[in-house]
């Protein structure tokens, strides 16, 4: 097999940076596995607890970037108790321990500590990128410890975390020596910020590229922001909350008009509608826009804004839109690929104003559309049939339609054909989320068609076990299952254990699945962590003499090559 | 491990709150020990609001707890499962009864009285899944989406900045009932901005994690700690105690600042006057305020008093 030298091998895996694609260059020979190997440098690990921090560095002791995923995905809507997971703690210990020479580190839904962080900040000495995502855990002092140990740092990016905000003067912490930052994200902070810090921050970091601000940063401190970062490129806007006066608000125009690199704008999170229009001079260079937070813009101010924005690729936004809106969007976002509608009235109180029009208007107008994250109020099998034929090339499909099973509003029909012509137009489809009323005959679809469909998530759906069995017998491309409320048994969880092989994890929560039903699956699947999380009745699932026939109430397995992990609370049994 | 709930993020940047709740609450519950049921008829016992942190009530009040519960009809299991939950785990917060009970009979509809339930912590709460349909095979939609815990699928980050917003909607306020009626964590709080003169920029708070005017006067005086709050309102948990006339000029002339409210009729009114309860409902925005300026107000609400009297 080796026609080269090693080093020229290498050289050629240098170009090849998914980690899919090197995953599978490591399992042609033996050479090519030991190559690779020395040289990987990014690391992907989907689930935490499928691998743990040794047997990582025993295989890929060059490692320089790590990326983590904790919690399953229904962690995000409170389905998973706090305590379950996911501790980064033991992962930078080991990491320390072996002198790893860690640059960058990514995670998603962990727990994260004041003290994982110090001794990240201590340990790396090279460490240059830390990015956080819907993790929790951690304080402001944590942040602190961050900014003042590590020396290059060059990205500080905090999405949606959940930080314990202690208001202390942490971005006072970056020494005066710290120049090399590129993002600055801290937008989920609630605390005060120390003003001046920050201008002083920002005016000694020429590579500043990425800004987003928190809600405590008022007008006139982000128009001199913008003064000394005119080269910024993604701007986070804030609190954009006080009225200005007018020389604030001129200032703030000056301040954008220079910023010509800016293409992506998000925040907004108090905005006077009014100074929304401070922007239109830069609108038709953004490709990106983030309003989803703008609570307080009503539809006119959106729309204004947007009809400047001919280059927008990707557009988050909440319902107030409405359906005009969204043909606003349609007219005018011409090169849109992403977008997202998120419900602005978590009541239901009828107040969502979009519809399964808006949908249609947005597959119609905007030809490059391939994810859709779309919260509406009623959905049409007619509509979806449309879409599919406007929009074969959808990658993502996510629909939540807010009253979990309401079918056709005007045929009053499961939406199964709807979403069966979404699966069967939209060859690669890799993502899907389903609502509405649905029964077997969607996933018999979904089975039939989804062959690129990697990630499904399942919500008050289905009728008996044949629409588990669909999806798993068909979709062979599967890897993350995700199912809620819906009347899936033991029956469809055992039909084919080896499947889970080629799955990353399935969750089953308030579905028909008993503890017998899953002892068994764990006698015959050693390979697997098959969990039952518990809180409610611990002890009763344990004493019952009926326990065989009870539900379970959370399942949640996943393949894994380092065995039951040691670190689950009291209410999570592993079987 | 109650470490990790101690700590536990309160977004509003209080985090001494928990143990002000805890104590406040307590306090409460003995008074209302000997009454199982108050003024308006409803039986408190039943339905007693639980924000404590665990540790924080004695042990034979958490057994006539669910001595209740079994006595008030929960024929579902489901309802069953979370109060055990509530008595054996030690780790979380104990959820109202009058939550569990709405959920437990869906679609049958629970009265205002069964539902004195406010969590104000919605975001990091440890949930028991608490099904909403006993069978899944009749597609019964649940009685309310607000009782699905996890539903809609948006994550607690974005929903916490959604409620903060929502308050801001006219009619939001006369909705408070309605909304109380609905259980579970996914109800809405009720946001205010809180302004301060010479403060750089404002916050909100979510009036409805306070019980009393001493409650809110203590936790706006940690939020904005560089200025001293006039005390007002004497109100405890009841909060039927008007104020009179001599006490406001008083309270006035004592302190800097005070506290004054815009109400659904856009006045602006001095706090401490009213009934919490009737405060809460009506109270739209808040301001603190230098006293001299206050001082124009007093007459009006002096008369809006006499109005009332």
């Not at chain 1, 050629?12 to 690779?36: G, P, Q």
């Not at chain 1, 020389?247 to 009014?274: D, M, N, Q, V, W």
């Not at chain 2, 809460?280 to 002096?302: D, H, N, Q, T, Y």
Request: aromatic letters at 8%; glycine letters at 6%; hydrophobic letters at 35%.
């Amino acid at each position: 097999m080796n026609y080269f030298p090693d080093e020229v091998i290498e050289h050629v895996f240098d170009f090849v940076t998914s980690h899919k694609d090197r995953n599978a260059i490591s399992l042609v020979c033996k050479s090519w596995y030991k190559i690779e190997r020395y040289s990987r440098q990014k690391v992907f690990i989907g689930n935490c607890y499928a691998i743990n921090p040794e047997r990582l560095l025993r295989r890929f002791p060059c490692l320089k970037s790590l990326t983590l995923k904790g919690k399953p995905h229904f962690a995000d809507f409170n389905l998973v108790p706090h305590e379950w997971g996911g501790f980064l703690l033991p992962w930078i210990e080991a990491l320390a321990r072996s002198r790893v020479g860690l640059e960058e580190l990514r995670l998603k839904r962990m727990v994260v500590t004041d003290e994982s962080l110090e001794l990240l900040s201590r340990s790396f000495v090279n460490f240059k990128s830390l990015v956080l995502v819907s993790c929790e855990g951690f304080t402001t002092d944590g942040l602190a410890s961050i900014a003042a140990n590590c020396r290059h740092l060059r990205d500080l990016d905090l999405q949606e975390n959940e930080i314990d905000d202690h208001r202390g003067q942490w971005l006072s912490c970056f020494p005066d020596t710290c120049t090399t930052l590129v993002t600055l994200n801290f937008a989920c902070l609630e605390g005060e910020t120390n003003l001046v810090a920050l201008e002083r921050l920002v005016a000694r970091s020429p590579n500043l590229k990425s800004l987003k601000l928190n809600r405590a940063v008022p007008l006139d401190a982000l128009a001199r922001l913008m003064v000394c970062a005119p080269q910024i490129v993604d701007l986070g806007v804030g609190s954009y909350e006080n009225d200005p006066d007018s020389e604030s608000y001129l200032k703030l125009k000056a301040a954008i008009k220079k910023c010509t690199s800016l293409r992506s704008l998000s925040g907004f999170l108090e905005a006077a509608p009014h100074c929304l229009s401070a922007f239109h001079p830069i609108c038709h260079n953004l490709t990106s826009l983030n309003l989803s937070y703008a609570a307080e813009i009503h539809g006119s101010h959106l729309i204004k804004l947007i009809q400047h924005c001919k280059k927008l690729q990707r557009l988050w936004i909440l319902d107030s839109i409405g359906d005009k809106g969204l043909e606003v969007v349609a007219s005018t976002c011409k090169e849109l690929q992403e977008l997202r509608v998120f419900p602005s009235d978590l009541l239901g109180g009828g107040n969502t104003a979009v519809t399964e029009e808006g949908l249609v208007a947005i597959s119609a107008g905007c030809p490059k559309l391939h994810s859709i994250l779309y919260f509406c109020q009623q959905m049409t099998n007619a509509a979806l049939v449309t879409v599919a034929k406007n929009c074969p090339n959808f990658i993502r499909f996510r629909l939540c339609i807010l009253d979990p099973t309401k079918p056709d509003h005007v045929t009053s029909q499961p939406l199964d054909e709807g979403f069966g012509a979404i699966v069967k137009a939209c060859k690669s489809l890799r993502r899907l989320s389903l609502s509405g009323l649905l029964t077997d005959q969607v996933f018999l679809y979904i089975g039939m068609y989804a062959n690129q469909l990697e990630m499904l998530s399942i919500a008050f759906a289905g009728d008996t076990d044949k629409g588990m069995l669909y999806v798993l017998n068909g979709c062979k491309k599967m890897k993350k299952l995700e199912i809620r409320d819906s009347p899936f048994g033991d029956t469809a969880l055992l039909a084919d254990v080896s499947k889970y092989k080629t799955m990353r994890s399935l969750w089953m929560s308030s579905c028909e699945v008993t503890l017998s039903g899953c002892k068994r699956l764990a006698q015959k699947a050693p390979w697997l962590n098959v969990e039952i999380i518990n809180e409610n009745d611990n002890n009763r699932m344990e004493e019952n003499g009926h326990e065989g026939r009870q539900k379970v109430d959370k399942l949640y397995l996943y393949r894994t090559v380092v065995g039951t992990r040691m670190d689950a609370p009291p209410f999570v049994w592993i079987l | 491990m109650s470490e990790s709930v101690a700590a536990e993020h309160n977004y509003i940047g209080l985090s001494e709150f928990p143990t002000m709740e805890a104590t406040t609450m307590s306090d409460k519950t003995k008074t209302r020990d000997n009454n199982n049921v108050d003024d308006n008829g409803l039986n408190f016992k039943a339905t007693e609001l639980r924000l404590g942190l665990p540790g924080s009530e004695s042990p034979d009040r958490v057994d006539s707890r669910f001595l209740a519960l079994n006595k008030s009809s929960c024929p579902v299991s489901g309802a069953k499962r979370v109060f055990s939950d509530a008595i054996n785990e030690s780790n979380k917060w104990i959820f109202s009864t009058g939550s569990t009970t709405a959920t437990g009979d869906v679609g049958s509809g629970s009265g205002p009285g069964s539902s004195a339930v406010k969590d104000g912590k919605s975001t990091t709460f440890p949930k028991p899944a608490v099904p909403v349909k006993e069978k899944k095979s009749s597609a019964t939609a649940p009685a309310s989406k607000a009782q699905v815990v996890g539903w809609p699928p948006i994550r607690s980050f974005r929903k916490n900045s959604m409620a903060s917003s929502q308050s801001q909607k006219p009619g939001n306020n006369s909705e408070t009932e309605e909304a109380e009626a609905k259980s579970g964590p996914e109800q809405p709080c009720l946001y205010v901005k809180v302004s301060m003169e010479g403060a750089p920029y404002l916050r909100k708070i979510d009036l409805k994690t306070y019980k009393s005017y001493l409650e809110l006067s203590s936790a706006l005086e940690k939020m904005f700690s560089c200025f001293t709050i006039g005390q007002f309102g004497s109100h405890g948990g009841c909060g039927r105690d008007g104020l009179n006339e001599s006490r406001l000029t008083d309270l006035l002339r004592g302190s800097e600042y005070v506290v004054t409210y815009e109400d659904k009729d856009s006045d602006w009114m001095l706090v401490g006057d009213v009934p919490w309860e009737m405060f809460i409902c009506s109270c739209k925005k808040l301001r603190i305020m230098k006293s001299s300026e206050a001082i124009g107000l007093a007459p009006r609400v002096m008369e809006k008093c006499r109005s009332r009297n």
